[in-house]
Nanobody, 115 residues
Framework: QVQLVESGGGLVQPGGSLKLSCAAS????????MGWYRQAPGKERELVAA???????NYADSVKDRFTISRDNAKNTLDLQMNSLKPEDTAVYYC?????????WGQGTQVTVSS
């Protein structure tokens, strides 16, 4: 069992940057995959970026070259640096951790990109 708490969301202008953070309640070193998902109103929850325990990364095509995921097993944190934000990035962003076939979820943090 692990609790995940996201922070760092807010309102930014197009082209701006935000850094999201996810704090886990226990060690994340043994978790297979950790990642960030997002869900916009009326849309399905989608994978934004993920990082395996071994350091491999996977990004959605829509965020490649703009977002960077980082995983710090020593601090039990998962971050998402978001640059060059676009209005279509507006969504609730969720931290996710995978253990075997089970997914743990945070409560989400709102990101709004608007002028």
């Amino acid at each position: 069992q692990v609790q995940l708490v996201e922070s760092g969301g807010g309102l930014v202008q197009p082209g701006g940057s935000l850094k999201l953070s996810c704090a886990a309640s226990r060690s994340i070193a043994s978790l297979n995959v950790m990642g960030w998902y997002r869900q916009a109103p009326g849309k399905e929850r989608e994978l934004v970026a993920a990082k395996t325990n071994g350091g491999s990364t996977n990004y959605a095509d829509s965020v490649k070259d703009r977002f960077t995921i980082s995983r710090d097993n020593a601090k039990n944190t998962l971050d998402l640096q978001m640059n060059s934000l676009k209005p279509e990035d507006t969504a609730v962003y969720y931290c996710n951790a995978q253990f075997l076939t089970y997914h743990y979820w945070g409560q989400g943090t709102q990101v709004t990109v608007s002028s």
